[in-house]
């Protein structure tokens, strides 16, 4: 069964530093990953989806790795900015065909600070 | 830009009843899912849907849920008799990996709160 965790639980980070926020999971088979943003009390914004052949992917500030051999993936955010303060999810799809679901993380509460 | 829309934001109810929360797919989109998270915990898969079938579904999704598309737009989810622990943010959510791109679009949720 996969299991997905997010390490820290939580971070706070002064405005204008770059941070880098983990995740990992316990089964290397998976088709594709996706970050998400969440917002108190509200839906999930998708941020990058890096498909299993892929290493990376870029979006503005924001930069996500992937090392599936590993079982990690990091989103890289740069020049942080007080609007960036969300929780971020990261999502695991598994390869097999059909199956659509996705395993999500436990979450990083980010808080940053003016 | 399209985005996937549910309606109520919150819903409030009694130990027992039936309630459907509604959903509205991105419109070109051929999959679609249900999520849950319980205030606190991580986001759970429910149920997937496609040509109008289920394709998967977690242990979560017993006898007392289901889902149907009534028409060419909305997607809903039924929780005939609801329980304590039914509580939670439901997340409507749609792909559409035909067009190459396998990102799932997430709704704003509706917020279940069972009485």
């Known amino acids: 069964k996969q299991e997905v965790t997010q390490i820290p639980a939580a971070l706070s980070v002064p405005e204008g530093e770059n941070l880098v926020l983990n995740c990992s999971f316990t089964d290397s088979a998976i088709y594709n990953l996706q970050w998400f943003r969440q917002d108190p009390g509200k839906g999930l914004t998708s941020l990058l989806l890096i498909q299993s052949s892929q290493r990376e992917q870029t979006s503005g500030r924001l930069n996500a790795s992937l090392d599936k051999s590993s079982g990690r993936s990091t989103l890289y955010i740069a020049a942080s900015q007080p609007g960036d303060s969300a929780t971020y999810l990261c999502a695991v799809r598994p390869t097999n065909f059909g199956n659509e679901k996705l395993t999500f993380g436990t979450g990083t509460r980010l808080t940053i600070i003016p | ?115």
Not at chain 2, 93 to 112: K, V
Request: proline share 4%; net charge negative.
């Open chain 2, 1 to 115: 830009e399209p985005e996937v829309t549910q309606t109520p934001s919150h819903q409030v109810t009694q130990m027992g009843q039936e309630v459907i929360l509604r959903c509205v797919p991105i419109s070109n989109h051929l999959y679609f899912y249900w999520y849950r998270q319980i205030l606190g915990q991580k986001v759970e898969f429910l149920v997937s849907f496609y040509n109008n079938e289920i394709s998967e579904k977690s242990e979560i999704f017993d006898d007392q849920f289901s889902v149907e598309r009534p028409d060419g737009s909305n997607f809903t989810l039924k929780i005939r008799s609801t329980k304590l622990e039914d509580s939670a943010m439901y997340f409507c959510a749609s792909s559409d990996y035909g067009a190459g791109t396998d990102t799932q679009y997430f709704g704003p949720g509706t917020r279940l709160t069972v009485l």
